[in-house]
């Protein structure tokens, strides 16, 4: 049975990494096609360029890492299928579950490779590829924005912001309160916030801080007032994309201290947390569900079960971007989120594997 094992291992491998070889230049072709514009008309240096794609094609392959699995496991079997290797297989007195040691052996080691790329690799990839869109594509857009900024930035102090615009480092409606023994002690209030980076300091326009006496409070009110805080901008408003760009111990720590600001993104920052474990489980369920799709030989040949697992991949990527979003933009538990579809593409993959066995 070695033979047997060392054949469809070899395949389930081969096939895996040609389909990332296939399709990432596909990928990277349309993107280009799509961004070059913007790449001549800021004159992007050559060497940026090409460490830009080098970024993108980790980012792509990370993002699109099931999809390329499930169907180079459809594609393969299909065909051992079709030469009615399988068959030849099962009748030999090899059980369905023996058949399907190599393939679970190939999705162990494809699962070490996505955990790999999660934790090492895509996060630099991410941040590089990141930084280079909002350097060179998003450059006179309308600026990013953060509304209803709140949060605790150290033990005494809280600030809130009503918007904060990223491109001009500027928002509305700031607040500063500082407590002491739970005691509100001063609050500073102004019209505008605005970082200025080469002095390092704030600028407030209509500065009003009251100092909180016990029998009355003192009113200091400037037109223009140039400070220091104890926060700086990334405080104020995170990158969106900052998750993406930690390694796993970095990530924790970070969520760890946004949960304790009080950050609205707390729950998108949890997702890719979660995703860095759920994705290697996937690889083991979809792989259980490719092979009990496409080892029956069918009338219409691979391209019935191509089709049949496109669909399938298709709903898979949907309930996970549905159930993202949920995460990202309400209170839904984002475990709950990233480990949803597993739990029922799992339940899925037990009942095809029963009946496949059938």
Not at 121 to 146: H, I, M, T, W
Not at 221 to 233: A, G, M, Q
Request: net charge positive; with cysteine.
């Amino acid at each position: 049975m070695k033979i047997l094992d060392w054949y469809i291992l070899k395949r389930y491998l081969f096939t895996f990494f040609m389909m990332l070889l296939l399709f990432i230049p596909i990928g990277i072709t349309v993107h280009l096609a799509e961004k070059i514009g913007k790449i001549l008309e800021n004159e992007v240096p050559l060497n940026e360029v090409l460490l830009y794609f080098l970024d993108f094609t980790i980012y792509f392959a990370h993002l699109l890492f099931p999809l390329f699995l499930f169907l180079s496991v459809i594609w393969f079997t299909s065909k051992l299928a079709n030469n009615t290797e399988v068959i030849a297989f099962l009748s030999s007195g090899v059980s369905f579950t023996r058949f399907l040691r190599p393939y679970l052996i190939g999705a162990g080691i494809v699962a070490i490779f996505s955990i790999i790329l999660g934790l090492f690799l895509a996060p630099k990839a991410s941040e590089g590829f990141n930084d280079f869109s909002y350097k060179y594509f998003r450059r006179g857009k309308s600026a990013v924005q953060n509304t209803n900024v709140f949060r605790q930035i150290n033990d005494n102090e809280i600030i809130f912001v009503s918007n904060f615009d990223v491109k001009n480092n500027s928002g509305n409606n700031f607040t500063l309160e500082h407590f002491e023994d739970n005691k509100l002690k001063y609050k500073i209030t102004a019209n505008n916030i605005r970082y200025i980076p080469k002095d390092t300091i704030y600028r407030l326009i209509n500065y009003v801080k009251r100092d909180i006496g016990e029998h009355e409070d003192k009113l200091e009110i400037i037109r223009r007032k140039d400070t220091l805080f104890d926060f700086d901008v990334d405080d104020l408003i995170p990158v969106i994309y900052a998750a993406e760009t930690k390694m796993y111990g970095e990530l924790k720590e970070f969520i760890a201290k946004e949960e304790a600001r009080g950050s609205s993104n707390v729950g998108r920052f949890k997702l890719v947390l979660y995703r860095k474990w759920s994705l290697p489980v996937s690889v083991f369920i979809l792989t259980i569900i490719a092979v009990a799709v496409s080892s029956k030989k069918r009338r219409g040949g691979m391209g019935v079960n191509l089709a049949i697992g496109i669909c399938i991949a298709m709903i898979f990527v949907f309930f996970d971007k549905i159930f993202g979003v949920m995460a990202e933009q309400s209170d839904f538990n984002p475990i709950i989120a990233v480990w949803f579809p597993n739990i029922i593409f799992g339940i899925l993959a037990g009942y095809m594997l029963y009946n496949a066995k059938r």
